[in-house]
Structures are given as structure tokens and as C-alpha cells.
């Protein structure tokens, strides 16, 4: 009975397979339309029944994508589809073909085809979406995670956010290249969302819908949180990209939403209409997670007669058909493998409805607790908000603050310019008033010549008799007082005007009044003196008394007016004491205010201060710790018994060591810097960061290649891979405390890695060195050589023809003139080979040395070189062995299938000599095309070789034909069980000469080197260089070093099995 129900499973789970290869079929077509929903919705619960792709794969691999552009735009569809909504072994399954996919889209990004253009860019998209679930596995590949999850994937370190936002950005990227360019091509073509050729480009771009929306909350998310723990000006670039982003975003949503394909397949979310404001922390809140909503399909999909044919049913019974098989064939495929639905009631039934009881329960309680981790999160995230918010309240008074401070510094400095023109001003002030006493006395002095002048009147009254004959003179002075008068009316009047407009002229203009009053007074006293002189004629200078008269009145008036200007100014001038009073009186008080807020501000940054230096302190406590645990934790793999199975190579030793010697260099630097500057820890930070890992990194790696070293060598390694371990410890825990935190020095850790160093440079191989200036004539010995040896090849060739003309006739003559004319044509295509790939080779150094010289250009670029001279001699060596094989099969003591394997064998190696001249080479070089043209002629000519081989094998055969008319029943049964003795023996025999063969390639692989050709093609024996490059130092250093293909990789193809009769 269990077998019977084996039988039963087994055929199901076959049609199952049957079933779903037949929908991959159905859905990857090239039919130029969309793919439809039900196909791909069996081939998803395909890879939940075989929980993976293998399935998928098995299939999609023999599809013709490089030819069809349409069947791998479906193609990338349906696996976009499988890795969205497949099992989630999915991404693995895929990850195995990684490389095919990337092949793919190079070669339809090569090819001016419009589809061929979008899958490049869709197969790209893919390859960036599979290498990031990759390396985040929490995040899944449908992207719906929540904020917790992608908390943690982020975790508190910010170079990983940094990392993470970056990745992040450029899934974003890929998704949104692919969409612009199926829209922009349906806008330059006819197609529309209505016909199926757009239809079909169209539907992939509902998984590129989904896709985005995560990933914009994404970078919201991660943005925010950089703008928490990093300042502004560092993200400049990433606010940038993210407008950029944004707006890209949106513009395809609101043309993705205008679309009629999308209105009854997907409800777009709509994006706000300006980015986030990143700078400000409360902008988080406003910020909504968009929700793409793909609608129920409430009407099942039409049938296609042509495209869903009813598939054949199976009997899993294993019973004869009765007349009940015909009803029963119209059961569903599902109830056939998994049970009836309702016919059958048995103990499942009652298993899941208890299990689906439970489940019930199950989500009950999921919703609960879903419900209490949301009030919590709320409430965490408000208690986040708040203390945002509070944190942006101090920043902004802290910039009132330092606002208010300049303010104040402002007013100090204006306050300081007012008092010094006050000061100036009073004395200015002072000197006026100065010069208005000195005016004063010299007015009583005026004022008393004025009464000698009286006096000296009433005696000329007594005398004016005299004056009558002095008429005409005292006319002509009266003229000249009239316009000193003149003169002296419009001086007082521009002196008014001045002085009202500066003191300064003020007094200017006084004293320019008192020369000009000396001046008068002068020429009184000359008046005087003639009238003196004409006592006698003093009826003659009546007149001239009432002039004078007259000029006394109009002094007196100005002298009046001159007593009302200075009481005037002398009032203004005690106002603006006062006024100057009160301000100083001001200022001082607002100095005295504005000298406290600065020492208050003063204290406050004393504060701040010191807070930030223990801040920093605490960073750097916190990063010593973690470094001193990453040292410690690859201590401990020392004496991890797990650990002795790991290797590592001296190569690999060598560059963790000279790196960690680097980050040293930069621990010191960025220690000196902190010394200097204690308020900054970031350079240290970083530098202790990079330490810990390299350090830890080559203390594992010390270890691992100890494995693999000498016992003497192993304990010296050892030894200072621990005491590395101890010196850097004790130098993290000098920085750990601020009493040592002066005397802390790397240079002990710096000697026990440079040990370390020597140490991994004694255990490279020797063997197989060779100096770097010598590389550039090895290249043209080994070209050289590899030329005569193929000259060589046809002579012996021609030898060989012409003898075997002379010794064999008939059939053997003609087979061996096939084979001789097939290697002779095999010579030349190989010498035109070598022409061409030397030809290319010199264009590559004349394109690439610059200003060095050739054996520069071949130093610098050694393993390309190298690579180059393994390859040349594999050529060389291939057909001295042809000619060999050749000799041997015409003289009939050799093989027909050495020489199969020698035509195989010079296939690899031109192979290998195209591969090492096109690593360098320039993609649209001419001679690059002739290099690759020869390739395939020695292809063709080496495929020739086999055939005529072959051919004249089966000609020199004996064909005897198999005569069994003779014998009795019991001879034909012993001759038929010896022939199957026969074909056992003659299949192990077969069997142990594969494992003889795979045990001799696995030797050749251990020892990592090309094989000393010299024996066999006269070439000179040189250490072969391709050791020492074959196998370059693996990255993980818990792994042993696997060794690479050695130079002549090909091996000859395995024989086909004899076909015995």
C-alpha cells in the first residue's frame, strides 16, 4: 500500500512539474504581448511546492534569449515576478545564475534593437536588486518590511546607514532608468497602453510601481536618520540626489496614472507635492508611507483555446482504467495531488480546520500584540519628536544668543565712537568759550577807547572852526568809512550765516571780526592822530565828528548784536552738555548691562564646552571598547579548534599587513589631531575604526596562513600574531583613560606588524619569481620561440609527407595525406595566430606605456604579461606535441586519439593566448578583429584535424560482418554473457581511468604551476611566472586558498563511450 502511494506522489509531483514547465512555456513566448497573470501565478506556487527555482531555471536556460529580444523582456518579467512573490530560496536559486543574466544584458546593450535596450537596462535592474537582498536578508525581496526591520538593517552605526542610503539610491536609480525608457519609447512610437504591443512593455512596470514605493519611504526614512547624527553640509549630495529622485518619481506616477492599462490593474499613490525637509527634524511627521493597492480580480481570467489547451491527466492509482475514469478526469490537477476537496472527508480535513481554529487564534493574538507595539512605537516616536523638537528650541536660542551677542558687541563699539565725539565736542566747546572771553576784553578795551574818543569829541566841538578847510578831505574819508561799512554789513551777514550752520566758522569768523576791528581801531588812531595834527582846522572836520558819530552808533549796535550771538551760543552749548550728560550717563548703564549678558553668554559656552570634550571622550571610550573586542574576538579564533581548517596565503598576509601599517600611520595622525584639538574625535574615530579591523584582519589571517607554514615559521607567526593582538590592546587601553591618554603610541603595535610583514614575506614562494625588468624580453623570447617552434611544426610536416608518399600506398596513403594536409593547415592558421596576437600586443603597449618605456609598461602590468608568456608557451608546447602525435599515427605506433587530444589541447591554449591579448586590448581596434578572426580559423582548422582523424580511423578499421547463422541457441547465450563480461570490465576499466585522470588534474591544480615545457618544443626552461600570479589571495581569510586554473587550462575532451554490439 505505501508503495502504491509512493508511486502516487511521485507521478503527481512529475505532473506538477509537467504543469508548471508547460505555463513557463506558455508565458515566455515571442509573441508580442503581455504576460499573462494565471501563467505566472502557477509557476509562484511552482517554487512554493519545490520551495526554490530549480524548476524555473532548468527550463529558462535553454531558452533562446541572446536571439529573441521579446522572450527575454518576458523573460526578466516572469523573474522579476519569482523574485517578488516566489519562495524565498528564490533569490538563491538565482543568485547561481547571476552571471548569465549579466551576460544577457551585455550583449543586448551592445545591439540597436529596441527591446534589446530595455532588457539591458531590466536585466541591470535585476542584477542590482538580487545583490542587494543578498546582502541585507532581512530585507525581502517584495520590500515590505516595517520601519523596525529596516531600523536594524541600518543599526546605529552611521557609516552603515551612509552605506545603506548609497545602495538604496541606486535600487532606486535601476528601477526608475527602466521606467523613463519604456515610457519614453512609447511616446516616439505608435504604440499605446491600449494595443498589446504596448501592453507588453507596459506590464513589467506594475512590479517597478511597487518596487519604488518602498524604496522612496526608504531613503526618507534612512535620510532623516543621517540628518540626526550627521551635519547638513556633509549630505548636500544625497539631498541632491534624492530631489532628483523625487521629481523623476513623481513625474512617472502621474503619467503611469493617466495610462489606461494601469487604472484597472493598480491604484498609484500620489506623491507630496514639494520633497522633505530633511533639515528640519518635525518634517519626519508629515511624512506618509505611499501604498500601491493592487486590485482584487474579482472576474477570472478568459480562456485561451490557443494558449491553455487542456493538459493530460494522470491515473496516481496505478489501477486498471475502468468505466469511472472518464468522469474522473476532469478533476483539477491540485485535488488529484493533494486530496479531494469535498468528496474524500477524512482526518486532514479535521487536522486543518483545527489548524485553521488556531491560526484564527494565532492572528488574533498577532493583531493584539501588532496593536500594543504600535501604541508603543507612537508613543516612542512622540517622545522622539518632543526632545527633536526641544533640541531645535536650544540650537535656535543658542543662535538668539550669539544673534543678541553681536548685537550688543555692535552697540558697545557705537556707544565707545559716541563718547569719543562727546569728548571732542567738549572740548571744542571749551575752546569757543575761551575764545568768547578773550572777544569780551577785547570789547571793554574798544569800549574804552570809545570814551577817550568822546572826550577827544568835545574838544574838537571846540575846534570845529578849523575843520572847515579840511572839508573836502573829511568828504573822502566819510566815502571810505561808507564802504568799510559796506564792507563790514555784509561780513556780519555771512557770519550769521555761519554761525548758524558750525560753531567752528563761527569762531573763524570772530576772529576774521577782530582783525578787521583791529584794522578800524588802527586807522581811528590814524583820524585821530590828523585830526590832532589840524586842532587848528576844526571847523573843517565837523562833518567828520558826525560820521564818526554815526559809526559809533552802528559799533554799538553791533556790538550788542555780537553780546546776543554769543549768549545764544553759550546756551546751545550748555544744552548740549546736558544732553551729552544723560547719554554717557545711558551708555555706561548699557555697557555695564551688555558686560553681564556677555560674561552670562561666556559661562554658558564654558558649559557647552565641556560638554562637548566629554562628549567626545565618550565616543572615544565607546570606539576604543568596540575595537578592543573586535581584537579580542579574532584572538580568540587563535584557539578556536574551528579555525585550523582555515588557510590563507603569504600574498594575502603581505597586503593586510602593509594595510594595517597604513591605518596605524592614520591612528597616529588622527591622535596627534585630537591632542591638538580635543573638541574633534572624528578623525581618530575613523582611524581606530579601520584599525581594529585590519588589525583583527591580519592577526586572522597571521593565523591562518601559519596552518599551511613550517613548524618554525608557524610558531614565529603565531607568536606575533598574539603579540599584536596584546600590544594593540594595551595601546586601545592607554586611550581609554585621560591620564594616559598623552603617552599613548602605536610604535609597538607597528614593530609587531612589520614582523608579521617579514614573516609573510619569507613564505612567498621562491620558486617561481622573476625579476619585473626581465618580463619585457621574456615576452618577446617566448613570442620568438612559440614562431619556431610553429616553423618547426610544418617542416617536420612536409618531412613526414613526403616519406610516407614513399613507404605507404592506397587507402593508408590517402588517410595519411588528410591528416598530414588537416595539421599543416592547423600550422598556419596557429602562425597567423601568433602573428596577429603580437601584432596586437605592440599596439597595446605603444596605447598604454605613455612616457615609460616598454619593459616599464610590462613591470607595471606583470600579470598580464605573465598571463601572456604561460600562454605562449601552451601554444608552443601544443604543437610540437601535434607533430609528435602526427609522426607516431603515420608510422602506425601511436594513436589517432593522441592526436584528437593535441587538436583539443591547441584549441585551449589559442584560446587562452586570445583571452590574455584581449584583456587590454581596445574594443574597436582592427587588429583585436583579426586576432579573433584567427581565433576561429584555428578553431576551424583544429575541428578539421578531429574529423579527418576520425574519417580515416572508421577507413582503416576492419568491418568484418558478424556471422551467427551458425550457432545454436546455448552458444549465441555464452557468447552474448562473454560480450556483457566484456562491457563490464571495459566500463570499470573506464571508470578508473576517469578517476585516474581527475586525481592527475587535481595534482596539477595543487602544484598551481605550468608545466616545464622544454623537453618537448626545444624552447629554453624558464621558471614559469603564472605560478606566482595563479592564484591571487583570497578575501576571506576563513577559507583556504583555493588555487586558480594553471595556464594551460583546457584539458582534452573525455573520449565518447565505445558503442559494443
Not at 525581496?141 to 552611521?158: I, Q
Request: proline share 3%; net charge negative; aromatic share 4%.
Amino acid at each position: 500500500m505505501s508503495y502504491e502511494v509512493r508511486s502516487n506522489m511521485e507521478s503527481s509531483v512529475q505532473f506538477v512539474i509537467c504543469f508548471v514547465l508547460s505555463s513557463i512555456s506558455k508565458a515566455i513566448n515571442s509573441t508580442e504581448a503581455p504576460v499573462k497573470e494565471k501563467h505566472v501565478r502557477r509557476i509562484i506556487l511552482g517554487t512554493h511546492r519545490e520551495k526554490g527555482a530549480f524548476t524555473f531555471w532548468s527550463y529558462a536556460l535553454g531558452l533562446p534569449l541572446s536571439s529573441n529580444s521579446i522572450i527575454s523582456w518576458k523573460f526578466c518579467h516572469v523573474l522579476h515576478k519569482v523574485l517578488r512573490d516566489g519562495h524565498q530560496n528564490s533569490l538563491q536559486d538565482c543568485m547561481r545564475h547571476h552571471s548569465d543574466i549579466v551576460e544577457t544584458g551585455h550583449l543586448w546593450s551592445n545591439l540597436h534593437d529596441r527591446y534589446g535596450q530595455l532588457v539591458a537596462l531590466y536585466c541591470k535592474l535585476l542584477c542590482t536588486k538580487m545583490e542587494f537582498h543578498t546582502k541585507h536578508p532581512e530585507i525581502r525581496c517584495n520590500l515590505e518590511v516595517t520601519d523596525e526591520v529596516l531600523e536594524r538593517v541600518a543599526g546605529t552605526d552611521v557609516n552603515n546607514v551612509f552605506q545603506l542610503t548609497v545602495e538604496v539610491f541606486d535600487y532606486l536609480d535601476s528601477e526608475l532608468r527602466l521606467a523613463e525608457t519604456v515610457i519614453r519609447q512609447l511616446n516616439t512610437s505608435i504604440a499605446v497602453s491600449t494595443l498589446t504591443s504596448g501592453q507588453c512593455r507596459l506590464s513589467p512596470l506594475i512590479q517597478v510601481i511597487q518596487d519604488c514605493s518602498h524604496l522612496y519611504h526608504f531613503s526618507v526614512k534612512l535620510l532623516f536618520k543621517l540628518h540626526a547624527c550627521l551635519p547638513s553640509d556633509t549630505l548636500q549630495g544625497h539631498r541632491d540626489r534624492f530631489r532628483d529622485q523625487f521629481h523623476s518619481l513623481k513625474n512617472f506616477f502621474n503619467k503611469a496614472r493617466d495610462m489606461q492599462y494601469f487604472k484597472r490593474l493598480i491604484q498609484i499613490p500620489k506623491l507630496p507635492e514639494s520633497p522633505p525637509n530633511f533639515l528640519h527634524a518635525a518634517s519626519l511627521a508629515k511624512h506618509a508611507r505611499p501604498v500601491v493597492v493592487i486590485p482584487d480580480e474579482d472576474e477570472p481570467e478568459p480562456q485561451d483555446d490557443e494558449d491553455d489547451e487542456p493538459e493530460p491527466l494522470i491515473d496516481v492509482t496505478e489501477r486498471p482504467i475502468t468505466s469511472m475514469a472518464a468522469p474522473q478526469a476532469q478533476l483539477d490537477i491540485f485535488d488529484q495531488t493533494f486530496g479531494p476537496a469535498n468528496g474524500g472527508f477524512d482526518d486532514r480535513d479535521i487536522q486543518i480546520e483545527n489548524l485553521k481554529r488556531d491560526l484564527e487564534l494565532l492572528r488574533v493574538e498577532l493583531e493584539r500584540v501588532k496593536g500594543e507595539a504600535q501604541r508603543y512605537i507612537t508613543q516612542l516616536k512622540s517622545q522622539i519628536n518632543s526632545l527633536e523638537a526641544e533640541l531645535e528650541e536650544q540650537q535656535m536660542q543658542k543662535q538668539r544668543a550669539l544673534v543678541e551677542n553681536e548685537q550688543l558687541r555692535m552697540e558697545l563699539e557705537a556707544t565707545r565712537r559716541r563718547n569719543a565725539e562727546h569728548e571732542s565736542l567738549q572740548s571744542t566747546f571749551t575752546e569757543a568759550e575761551q575764545k568768547a572771553q578773550a572777544t569780551e576784553l577785547r570789547y571793554n578795551k574798544l569800549k574804552e577807547k570809545h570814551t577817550e574818543l568822546v572826550s577827544s569829541h568835545a574838544e574838537l566841538l571846540r575846534k570845529s572852526a578849523d575843520t572847515v578847510k579840511m572839508l573836502s578831505a573829511t568828504q573822502q574819508t566819510q566815502e571810505e568809512v561808507e564802504r568799510t561799512k559796506q564792507q563790514l554789513a555784509f561780513e556780519v551777514e555771512r557770519i550769521k550765516q555761519d554761525a548758524e550752520m558750525k560753531v567752528e566758522e563761527q569762531k573763524i569768523e570772530i576772529l576774521k571780526v577782530k582783525r578787521e576791528f583791529e584794522e578800524k581801531r588802527a586807522e581811528l588812531e590814524r583820524i585821530k592822530g590828523t585830526l590832532q595834527s589840524n586842532q587848528k582846522v576844526g571847523e573843517q572836520l565837523s562833518s567828520s565828528m558826525t560820521a564818526l558819530q554815526a559809526e559809533k552808533e552802528r559799533l554799538m549796535r553791533f556790538v550788542s548784536e555780537k553780546e546776543a550771538e554769543l549768549s545764544s551760543l553759550r546756551q546751545v552749548a550748555q544744552l548740549q552738555q546736558s544732553s551729552l550728560q544723560q547719554e554717557r550717563e545711558r551708555s555706561t548703564r548699557e555697557v555695564d548691562e551688555l558686560q553681564g549678558k556677555l560674561k552670562e553668554k561666556s559661562s554658558r559656552e564654558e558649559q557647552l564646552k565641556q560638554k562637548l570634550l566629554e562628549e567626545q571622550f565618550s565616543l572615544l571610550q565607546g570606539t576604543v571598547s568596540e575595537a578592543e573586542s573586535i581584537i579580542q574576538d579574532a584572538v580568540a579564533k587563535l584557539d578556536d579548534p574551528l579555525h585550523i581548517r582555515c588557510t590563507s596565503s603569504p600574498d594575502y598576509l603581505v597586503s593586510r599587513a602593509e594595510a594595517t601599517l597604513g591605518s596605524i600611520d592614520k591612528v597616529k595622525k588622527g591622535h596627534s589631531d585630537y591632542l591638538t584639538n580635543m573638541g574633534d574625535a572624528g578623525g581618530l574615530l575613523r582611524a581606530l575604526t579601520q584599525f581594529s579591523h585590519l588589525t583583527a584582519d591580519t592577526i586572522i589571517n597571521g593565523s591562518a596562513t601559519a596552518h599551511m607554514a613550517p613548524t618554525d615559521h608557524a610558531d614565529r607567526l603565531t607568536e606575533n600574531c598574539r603579540g599584536c593582538a596584546t600590544q594593540s590592546l594595551q595601546f586601545l587601553k592607554d586611550l581609554k583613560s585621560k591620564a594616559s591618554l598623552q603617552r599613548a603610541d602605536p610604535a609597538a603595535v607597528r614593530m609587531v606588524v612589520q614582523k608579521i610583514l617579514m614573516l609573510g614575506k619569507e613564505l612567498r614562494p621562491k620558486g617561481t619569481d622573476v625579476r619585473q625588468d626581465e618580463l619585457g624580453d621574456l615576452v618577446d623570447k617566448e613570442m620568438a620561440a612559440t614562431s619556431a617552434a610553429i616553423e618547426e611544426a610544418v617542416r617536420r610536416i612536409d618531412e613526414m609527407m613526403n616519406q610516407a608518399r614513399k613507404d605507404t600506398s592506397g587507402i593508408k596513403l590517402e588517410v595519411n595525406e588528410r591528416i598530414l594536409y588537416s595539421c599543416t593547415d592547423l600550422m598556419k592558421a596557429i602562425h597567423l595566430l601568433v602573428m596577429a596576437s603580437t601584432d596586437l600586443q605592440k599596439e597595446i603597449v605603444e596605447g598604454g606605456r605613455g612616457a615609460a618605456t616598454i619593459k616599464e609598461f610590462y613591470a607595471r602590468n606583470s600579470r598580464w604579461t605573465e598571463g601572456l608568456i604561460s600562454a605562449s608557451k601552451a601554444v608552443g608546447w601544443g604543437a610540437t606535441q601535434m607533430v609528435e602525435s602526427a609522426d607516431k599515427v603515420v608510422l602506425h605506433t601511436g594513436k589517432y586519439e593522441e592526436l584528437i587530444v593535441c587538436s583539443h589541447e591547441i584549441a585551449a591554449s589559442t584560446a587562452q593566448l586570445v583571452a590574455s591579448s584581449k584583456v587590454k586590448a581596445d574594443r574597436n581596434s582592427t587588429k583585436l578583429t583579426a586576432l579573433q578572426q584567427a581565433s576561429r580559423r584555428v578553431n576551424e582548422m583544429a575541428a578539421n584535424v578531429v574529423a579527418s582523424t576520425k574519417t580515416g580511423q572508421e577507413h582503416l578499421e576492419d568491418k568484418n560482418t558478424m556471422d551467427f547463422s551458425g550457432m545454436s541457441l546455448i552458444k549465441l547465450k555464452m557468447e552474448e554473457m562473454e560480450s556483457q563480461v566484456k562491457v563490464l570490465e571495459l566500463e570499470n576499466q573506464l571508470g578508473n581511468e576517469r578517476l585516474r585522470l581527475g586525481e592527475l588534474r587535481k595534482k596539477h591544480y595543487d602544484i598551481a604551476g605550468v608545466p616545464d615545457f622544454s623537453e618537448g618544443n626545444g624552447l629554453a626552461s624558464l621558471p614559469s611566472p603564472v605560478a606566482a600570479s595563479a592564484s591571487p589571495p583570497s578575501p576571506n581569510p576563513s577559507k583556504p586558498s583555493i588555487m586558480k586554473k594553471p595556464a594551460l587550462a583546457q584539458k582534452p575532451n573525455l573520449l565518447p563511450k565505445t558503442k559494443f554490439r
